[in-house]
């Protein structure tokens, strides 16, 4: 079992590789359903990684019809929108399909972001 405060450390250790640990994350708590994975917060200063992790994990959360964790909805916005793709020809389909839990972050992801081919 992964937590999510292990694959902020993860990702703040190797960011080339951040979509691989949100996705076996994603993954792994969907299968399991365990709210261990969940409980405990983030060590130091929130950053993006905080923001879409928190987004991710309320997402899921909504998604599973788990509560969740007064932690995570504390996680604060990040300082300038962030879209996730990265290209521009994306944005305006970022701001309409990006689900609420990562839009009051000011986080952009198209629809099918935590979902696998």
């Known amino acids: 079992m992964t937590t999510l405060r292990e694959v ?3 990702i703040e250790k190797y960011p080339k590789h951040w979509s691989i640990y949100l996705l076996d994350f994603a993954d792994e708590f ?16 929130s950053n993006r990684w905080a923001a879409l992790l928190a987004s991710t994990a309320e997402f899921l959360c909504q ?3 788990m509560e969740v964790p ?4 504390k996680v604060p916005a ?3 929108p962030w879209f996730v793709a990265g290209l521009n020809n994306l944005k305006a389909i970022a701001l309409v399909e ?8 000011k ?3 198209m629809e099918n972001f935590l979902f696998r081919v």
């Open 8 to 10: 902020k450390i993860q």
């Open 30 to 45: 969907r299968r399991s359903k365990n709210p261990a994975m969940i409980q405990a917060s983030f060590k130091g200063p």
């Open 63 to 65: 998604e599973l019809g």
């Open 70 to 73: 007064e932690w995570i909805e």
């Open 78 to 80: 990040v300082k300038d």
């Open 98 to 105: 990006s689900p609420l839990a990562f839009r009051h972050r």
């Open 107 to 109: 986080i952009f992801v």
